[in-house]
């Protein structure tokens, strides 16, 4: 199985990347920045056996996308968890003083980008009868939360475009999936520990989902485990308390 995991050199994606390996697939893992980090973590892979490169993908280059494809495709699976974080002042500005210009920066890459990933990916999986495809979101395009306007518009896009490509690829074999990540515990995450702990109480378990966690649930939707889940949005552990969420 080709596996192509996009912001897949830390955090969530990293960890993504690494399960996948673990399981025989054959992982691409895209970075935006830092090559060195991307590089580390193809070495993890290999030194466990797996199989990964890493290339270079930027959200926001269209046609950098569609040549990546077409260089290191076709893909059975597509885990689009890169994303486009804008300016501080995007999540410290309110609503009314938010420049468009943000707004666009952060629709061009986070919906767009996408949207030209799926097209890009589609047609080999089309045609292989077989494809899973994970839009990586997050509460906030839920919930939302103070600021954060273009980042939570952005992810909620996500939600309306798993559904459209599920109905239209239902049919050759494209499965297509949200999962939306609350609060998790990964290695760069700026959340001073007590906060971490005054989400944790408002869930379920009680605790927040790790980078592993989260990877656990992506690669049963984005493997051959998922026979016929499609057009779904399933929130991670972190994210059932449906209170605070980053």
């Known amino acids: 199985m080709r596996v192509l995991v996009t912001g897949g050199s830390s955090g969530i994606g990293a960890a ?75 999540f410290t500005k309110s609503f009314e003083e938010m420049p468009i210009e943000e707004w666009q920066a952060s629709l061009h ?20 009868k077989f494809g899973r495809i994970v839009l990586v979101s997050s509460g906030i395009a839920e919930e939302g939360t103070p600021g954060s ?9 996500l939600h309306g475009l798993s559904r459209m490509i599920a109905w239209q690829a239902g049919g050759d074999g494209v499965l297509v ?15 001073p520990q007590e906060e971490r702990d005054a989400v944790a109480v408002r869930t379920p378990t009680r605790r927040l989902s790790t980078s592993d966690d989260v990877a656990a649930l992506a690669v049963f939707l984005g493997s051959a485990a998922n026979r016929n889940l499609t057009g779904e949005i399933v929130r991670d552990g972190s994210n059932a308390g449906r209170s605070i969420h980053v």
């Open 16 to 90: 993504i990347a690494k399960a996948f390996a673990t399981t025989g697939a054959d992982v691409t893992l895209t970075f935006h920045s830092g090559p060195e980090r991307a590089e580390q973590i193809v070495k993890e892979i290999e030194k466990a056996g797996g199989t990964a490169k890493a290339v270079r993908l930027d959200l926001a280059d269209h046609d950098g996308i569609r040549a990546a494809i077409a260089d290191h495709g076709p893909f059975d699976s597509l885990i689009a968890n890169a994303v486009h974080w804008g300016s501080m002042d995007s």
């Open 109 to 128: 890459a986070n919906v767009l980008g996408n949207v030209v990933l799926a097209q890009a990916v589609l047609p080999g999986m089309r045609r292989a």
């Open 149 to 157: 306007g273009p980042y939570g518009t952005a992810k909620a896009a």
């Open 177 to 191: 999936n949200v999962v939306a990540a609350g609060l998790t515990n990964t290695d760069s995450t700026p959340i």
